[in-house]
């Protein structure tokens, strides 16, 4: 079926919800194509996209049909027909959560749903508190507002894992019809969790504690962008006795992210509340989450000064200080594992190696790393797990990213340094100085709709062609994730990792360059690692690597 039928089928709705039947009279042709040329598909994170009517949207009906589908993936499991669902600051994220239980209690499926919007982490809580068969997430995570979005967990409180994911994308493809989808939302199978269960999560977040202090002087600035992480972060920080300065206009539960210009970390936008209420205080710490509470962004006071952390930066010596502090107490197990993606800085296997952890890398998506903590169960120990887009988990009783165990560490961290008159970007220079200097940065090309799609595959098809050769740096392997291997000039063999459109290139000097499309967001990601001996060499060498590569990508 072509968009324009989609489109009409839309219209003619007699029960259309009456926001998106005004909103479908808006749209010009162009936007009509995009929103109606195919169905919204499940990427690394489920389903994300713009919110608004159309089958490649966001909306009530989109959800029900996934959800329907999910929910008769979660019967074929033959469990206990349980699901755990949660929400955050999103438009519409409430409404999408409840209409969720209604279609699952339609066919069955008790679900537990909270009552108010809470982080990601503490929906895969909740997922394996309750001894679900699966979870759902709706969140956009650090998009931008005119986003909304959708994951779904197992019974692991871990996001799906591709073989299990295209279970369900499956049974969503077969239900052909998006309207009267059956839902039930007075349906007492639907039990609401209420801010009582939130000492069972942060219980479990304190037990991550390695240090204690006589006092805990240092002042931490908070924001959670608007979003989840402020229903649970600033009481955590305060019951265990830190400074902690909630930047209030971020604070409240705002949709529009009316006091932020940017919703996502990595981004220099979303710290400039932040940053200018810490130099009204003072602060030594700044720390921000995105709205669903998963990613961490960090700026520390050095000599005056707030310099940021980047993801890899946090992980790093998050990482190097859990495994130190492991080792000086004497607990630190033979059998310790660290996970990473291959988009993650190499700096992370250098330290876990150095302790005497065991590393596996896995593709980027903490699904791959969730699912490793669940293998590993009962052969080794869980220490850490991270990737460089500012997620990472402490204690795998959650198994996805948590910044909520983050800003927890993150405190714990700077106040034991601060002991010894240390800020966290001298600690940053001492790893530094310890294994090499590791410099990464991510850059993101922007391209949406169906030209944007077919732009990104254009340039993902030259590279896997061509390849990346760039003069004075010898090419050494090539990881092809789509085809599964790997060359090197001795040979081509498997590549020990599942199916995904990522091609990494290495080069002698220790250097890489990975081309990724986006699973979430209609966007081309190209990821640089560079090693050298000092920061100016680092940067030289970063900057020849982004010179070349992005003048070669232009020219496609």
């Known amino acids: 079926m072509n968009y324009q039928n989609n489109y009409q089928n839309w219209v003619n709705y007699p029960k259309l919800d009456d926001n998106l039947k005004n909103e479908l009279a808006t749209l010009d042709e162009k936007t009509i194509e995009d929103a109606f040329y195919k169905d919204i598909e499940f990427g690394t994170g489920g389903i994300r996209g713009l919110m608004g009517p159309g089958t490649n949207r966001v909306n009530l009906y989109t959800i029900m049909r996934a959800t329907l589908g999910f929910g008769e993936y979660i019967l074929s499991l033959n469990g206990n027909k349980r699901v755990a669902i949660s929400y955050d600051n999103r ?18 499926i008790k679900t537990y749903v ?35 979005g959708y994951k779904v967990y197992d019974s692991e409180g871990c996001q799906l894992v591709p073989h299990l994911a295209d279970d369900v994308i499956q049974r969503i493809s077969n239900i052909k019809n998006y309207f009267d989808i059956a839902f039930d939302e007075e349906s007492p199978l639907i039990e609401w969790i209420d801010a009582s269960f939130d000492h069972t999560y942060l219980n479990q977040v304190k037990k991550i504690e390695l240090e204690q202090f006589e006092t805990k002087p240092l002042k931490l600035v908070y924001s959670p962008l608007h979003g989840a992480g402020g229903t649970l972060i600033p009481s955590l920080l305060s019951d265990l006795g830190y400074q902690v300065f909630p930047l209030e206009c971020q604070m409240v539960v705002d949709p529009l992210f009316g006091a932020t210009e940017s919703s996502n970390p990595e981004e220099k936008l979303a710290y400039e509340g932040a940053l200018e209420y810490a130099k009204s205080i003072d602060a030594d710490l700044i720390l921000v989450t995105d709205p669903d509470a998963d990613r961490l962004g960090v700026m520390v006071k050095h000599h005056g000064k707030y ?47 150095s302790f005497g952890a065991k590393v596996e890398t896995t593709l980027t998506g903490f699904k791959f790393i969730g699912e490793k903590a669940k293998q590993i169960e009962g052969s080794g120990t869980y220490l850490f797990g991270c990737e460089e ?89 090539i990881d092809d994730c789509l085809l599964g291997s790997t060359w090197t000039k001795t040979g081509t063999m498997d590549l020990e990792l599942p199916t995904s459109n990522v091609l990494k290139f290495y080069y002698r000097d220790g250097s890489w360059v990975v081309f990724r499309p986006s699973g979430t967001e209609p966007k081309l990601k190209i990821y640089f690692s560079v090693k050298a001996q000092d920061k100016s060499d680092a940067l030289d060498a970063l900057d020849n690597y982004k010179i070349i590569v992005m003048g070669l990508v232009k020219q496609i």
């Open 91 to 108: 438009l519409n994220s409430a409404l999408f959560a409840k209409r969720a239980a209604g279609v699952l209690a339609t066919l069955g």
């Open 114 to 148: 909270t009552s108010a919007l809470r982080p990601t982490p503490y929906l895969s809580f909740m997922t394996r508190h309750f001894a679900c068969d699966g979870g759902i997430m709706i969140t956009a995570s650090h998009n931008p507002k005119a986003y909304n």
């Open 307 to 353: 310099e940021f952390l980047t993801g890899n930066q946090a992980a790093s010596l998050t990482l190097h200080y859990v495994l130190s502090r492991r080792k000086a107490q004497n607990i630190m197990p033979e059998d310790g594992y660290v996970f990473t993606t291959n988009v993650t800085t190499p700096l992370v296997e250098k330290i876990a190696t």
């Open 389 to 477: 887009s500012y997620g990472s988990l402490i204690s795998d009783f959650v198994r996805d990213k948590d910044a909520v165990q983050a800003v927890y560490m993150l405190a714990e961290m700077a106040t034991f340094l601060n002991e010894s008159g240390q800020t966290l970007i001298d600690y940053m220079n001492e790893v530094y100085q310890t294994y090499g200097y590791y410099l990464e940065e991510t850059i993101n090309i922007n391209l949406t709709g169906i030209e944007g799609t077919a732009k990104i595959e254009k340039i993902m098809q030259h590279f896997r062609t061509y390849r990346l050769s760039i003069k004075n740096k010898e090419l050494v392997q």
